[in-house]
């Protein structure tokens, strides 16, 4: 069987669920913000059903665990798995732009100090997810969604699955 992953991560606001639902749309199964932790067990268990087109979505909520994720995917490409990474990317001032028309937090900006929780600045939020989500990054196929409406998006990442991996 021919077994393909795709790993999809990246800055939150940038576009993780409109790429995730147009891979869904050509084909993929696909799960939004899995734990890393469950990668090879999931990935394994679909070996069992026959699902060879998967996708995955993981962002920094599950920082604390990130670090586990290029090993496993070592593991996966050595079990003959074919993995791509997505890494979805927006310049800052589009993503601060982002986060104030939906109106949602940034899953950074709760700041624990002890028994206090305080509110870290937009801005120091972005930073820092960039900075936990540079390995991964720097491994991955980078999409700057900064000037790409919805429908561009979903295009362009339907038309990068179905043309050959480099």
């Given at each position: 069987m021919n077994r393909e992953l795709i790993l999809i991560t990246g800055m939150s606001g940038s576009g993780k669920s409109i790429a995730l639902h147009a891979l869904e749309d050509a084909g993929y199964y696909c799960i939004d913000n899995l734990p890393p932790e469950l990668l090879l067990p999931l990935v394994h268990l679909e070996d069992q059903t026959q699902q060879d087109k998967m996708a995955i979505a993981m962002d920094v909520r599950s920082a604390h665990a990130l670090h586990l994720v290029p090993a496993q995917l070592a593991q996966l490409?050595?079990?003959?798995?074919?993995?791509?990474?997505?890494?979805?990317?927006?310049?800052?001032?589009?993503?601060v732009h982002r986060f104030s028309e939906t109106r949602r937090n940034h899953?950074?900006?709760?700041?624990?100090?002890?028994?206090?929780?305080?509110?870290?600045?937009?801005?120091?939020?972005?930073?820092?997810?960039?900075?936990?989500?540079?390995?991964?990054?720097?491994?991955?196929?980078?999409?700057?969604?900064?000037?790409?409406?919805?429908?561009?998006?979903?295009?362009?990442?339907?038309?990068?699955?179905?043309?050959?991996?480099?």
């Open positions: 490409r050595h079990e003959q798995v074919h993995v791509r990474l997505l890494f979805l990317d927006a310049h800052t001032d589009t993503l899953p950074l900006s709760r700041e624990d100090k002890g028994a206090a929780v305080s509110t870290r600045d937009l801005v120091a939020a972005i930073e820092l997810e960039r900075k936990l989500l540079s390995d991964l990054r720097e491994e991955s196929h980078i999409i700057d969604t900064s000037l790409l409406r919805a429908a561009q998006l979903q295009s362009y990442v339907k038309s990068l699955v179905s043309s050959p991996a480099a």
